[in-house]
């Protein structure tokens, strides 16, 4: 039990430092950071109920006001903003992420973590996201998908070094795993 | 650990936090529903008198938190602008600007101690048992002890490259950093345990 809490609470912080390694802006004001590598880590190596209660615990602690999202954010206005789709996929993304991991777990290797990553962290991600900011900005569906059309080579890039940090993390480490 | 509430002094700031987060969640609820440029634009001068009753200090401090918005709000006007929407345009742009500033504003007069304590309430409401909701404490102490310890050996992990090699750290440093952090979270476990444990959810 209480290495289940600490490392929730382990990745909830890492996720948090992910998030303020120097990123770089969209035009569409949307910060790009290694967040989202935290995010996908998460589920790949703890699996799918810690990976998704540790980015729960990071969300929580975001919006009570400590400034833990990309770009120094934090508080509630992110959570009402045009990110909130994004924000609320986080957790389904770790959780995907995870469950796809674990599954393929026996096989080894970094191929098939990459594309759990890819699968939660961009493909479950980004449908959240994008529905959010239909929502939001009131506009169709496909436009908002063309919004985010430019995180999506990032986000690949950061799936493949999920892929390869999750191989070698379980490689070293082989009971993380367990819960 | 900083926190983003504001240090000016505004009557907000001796509101209850739970009232307060509930009239922000109806007012912005409510004003989803609001199809009316009119409205739209009034309600927006509301909640700029909103802040400029903290102050003007206050009401520019709000104002820099909420300029990053500006780039957004400018897209989406744009893009209504562009297919000859421009009412449904300002109509979103206001509802975007009215959810985000009065979240914005809940979170610049709200200790996060109080937010905490709103958070701890809701839990015990639902039904969440004391020993669960006193590990959810554990763990939120927890991540305020492991972001500076992160942000420390990080550091250390990067000044020991550059000690080693002419060329940039980058991604390398990922896999040593997670192993760093998962030992010391081991640590951590291991050191509760010794001291007791947590105790087990009924």
């Keep these: 039990m209480e290495r289940n809490i600490t490392l929730i609470a382990l ?12 990123k770089f802006m969209l035009a569409s004001g949307v910060p790009i950071t290694a967040q989202s590598l935290g995010i996908m880590l998460a589920g790949t190596l703890l699996g799918p109920k810690r990976g998704a209660l540790a980015v729960l615990l990071y969300l929580g602690l975001a919006a009570v006001g400590l400034p833990i999202l990309a770009g120094g954010k934090g508080g509630l206005a992110p959570f009402m903003g045009i990110t909130a789709g994004y924000l609320a996929g986080f ?4 959780f995907v992420a995870g469950l796809l991991a674990q599954k393929w777990r026996e096989k080894g290797g970094a191929i098939l973590p990459a594309l759990a990553a890819f699968i939660g962290g961009i493909v479950v991600l980004h449908a959240f996201g994008i529905v959010g900011m239909a929502a939001y900005a009131d506009v169709s569906l496909a436009a908002a998908s063309v919004w985010a059309v430019p995180f999506l080579i990032g986000d690949a890039i950061k799936a493949v070094l999920a892929g390869l940090i999750t191989q070698a993390v379980m490689r070293a480490r082989p009971g993380l795993a367990k819960a | 650990m900083i926190s983003l ?13 739970g009232p307060k987060l509930a009239a922000m969640c109806l007012f912005t609820l409510g004003f989803f529903f609001v199809d009316s440029a009119i409205w739209a634009a009034l309600v927006l001068v509301f909640v700029a008198g909103l802040y400029l009753l903290g102050g003007m200090r206050f009401a520019r401090e709000g104002l820099r938190n ?14 209504h602008l562009y297919r000859g929407e421009p009412l449904p345009g300002f109509i979103a742009v206001a509802k975007l600007t009215v959810a985000v ?4 504003l809940v979170t ?18 639902i039904g969440i048992s004391a020993a669960l909701r006193g590990r959810v404490a554990l763990a939120i102490a927890l991540v ?6 992160l942000g420390e050996k990080g550091g250390y992990l990067a000044q020991a490259w550059r000690a080693r090699s002419p060329k940039r750290a980058g991604w390398r440093l990922f896999f040593p950093f997670a192993l760093i952090a998962i030992d010391d979270a081991e640590q951590v476990a291991d050191a509760i345990r010794a001291r007791g444990g947590v105790t087990e959810a009924e």
């Design chain 2, 144 to 149: 305020i002890r492991f972001i500076p310890v």
């Design chain 2, 108 to 125: 610049m007069t709200t200790q996060l101690a109080a937010l905490l304590e709103v958070l701890e309430r809701a839990m015990k409401r």
């Design chain 2, 101 to 104: 500033s009065l979240a914005n």
């Design chain 1, 91 to 94: 957790v389904a993304a770790a």
């Design chain 2, 5 to 17: 509430t504001s240090e000016t002094r505004t009557p907000y700031h001796s509101w209850r936090a």
């Design chain 1, 11 to 22: 990745f909830a912080a890492l996720i948090a430092a992910l998030a303020m390694l120097p």
């Design chain 2, 66 to 79: 909420l300029r990053p918005m500006l780039w957004i709000c400018g897209l989406i006007f744009g893009w």
